[in-house]
């Protein structure tokens, strides 16, 4: 057993402790091994065919992390694009909940990825849509929709407007996005939150900020407080692959 926790470290060092079922094969442990680690107490399966340490460190983001991994199980996490065709970015409330911003109930990972997908776990939904490279960051390592992405995504799916004024407050308080970026890029969305003025993002901003009692000008004057607690306690807690807490 030791020399199959040798064979599979290089992978559990930089995944988040993880492995993959397919990884593992690839360097020479085979899943009845897999089994046998899993059942001496060595390894726990976080979900099908994806593997973690007993000894790692457990993350708020962990399940996401292993969905991730579980997505293209051959390729080690240092080795895929953000933008990876066989993958996927987190999106939607799930990116929400990565950056830190609002209180959405995330019942389900949600992956935006640029060809359809489906998957036979009842926890993973897709969303098929072309993601531009600025349309990405890195949170603990997971490629993940920007906030101004996010926000966007949430917007065409018509989430609650109050829970939207809240992401929209988070973000730009703890410098995520921009007020005169958000007000040009939303505007679509105009008519679909009450606002008589087709294609005016400014007016839908102060519509929805007005909705949790605050407003552009009073945000703008705001200082800005440290990063979004969230995503601190996510940051804080692990790092990524290959040993980088953020890209």
Same mark, same amino acid.
């Given at each position: 057993?030791? /020399? ?10 930089? #995944?988040?402790?993880?492995?993959? &079922?397919? /990884? ?7 899943? &009845? ?31 996401? #992390? ?6 293209? !199980? ?10 990876? !065709? ?44 072309? +993601? ?9 390592? $997971? !490629? ?9 995504? $949430?917007?065409? /799916? ?23 970026? +958000? ?24 519509? +929805? ?11 703008? $004057? ?26």
């Amino acid at each position: 057993m030791r /020399q199959a926790l040798e064979l599979i470290s290089g992978f559990t060092a930089d #995944q988040w402790g993880m492995v993959t &079922s397919r /990884q593992a094969s690839g360097a020479g442990v085979d899943r &009845s091994t897999l089994h046998r680690l899993e059942a001496a107490g060595y390894l726990d399966r976080v979900r099908h065919g994806v593997y973690a340490s007993t000894t790692a460190v457990v993350t708020a983001a962990r399940d996401e #992390q292993a969905a991730w991994l579980s997505l293209d !199980p051959a390729t080690a996490a240092w080795d895929r694009p953000p933008l990876d !065709p066989d993958g996927g970015v987190l999106s939607h409330r799930s990116a929400a909940r990565l950056h830190g911003l609002g209180e959405l109930v995330d019942d389900r990972i949600t992956f935006t990825t640029p060809r359809r997908r489906t998957s036979r776990d009842p926890d993973l939904w897709f969303k098929r849509a072309e +993601l531009a490279e600025d349309d990405v960051t890195t949170v603990d390592g $997971l !490629p993940v929709t920007t906030a101004l992405r996010t926000i966007l995504d $949430l917007l065409d /799916q018509h989430v609650d407007g109050s829970h939207l004024a809240t992401i929209i407050r988070e973000a730009v308080l703890a410098n995520l996005v921009r007020l005169d970026e +958000l007000a040009d890029r939303i505007g679509p969305y105009s008519v679909r939150y009450g606002v008589r003025r087709p294609g005016d993002g400014e007016a839908l901003l102060d519509h +929805l900020l007005a909705g949790i009692g605050t407003s552009t000008v009073e945000l703008a $004057l705001r200082p800005a407080p440290p990063r979004a607690a969230g995503a601190a306690r996510l940051l804080a807690a692990s790092t990524g692959p290959r040993g980088e807490a953020r890209g």
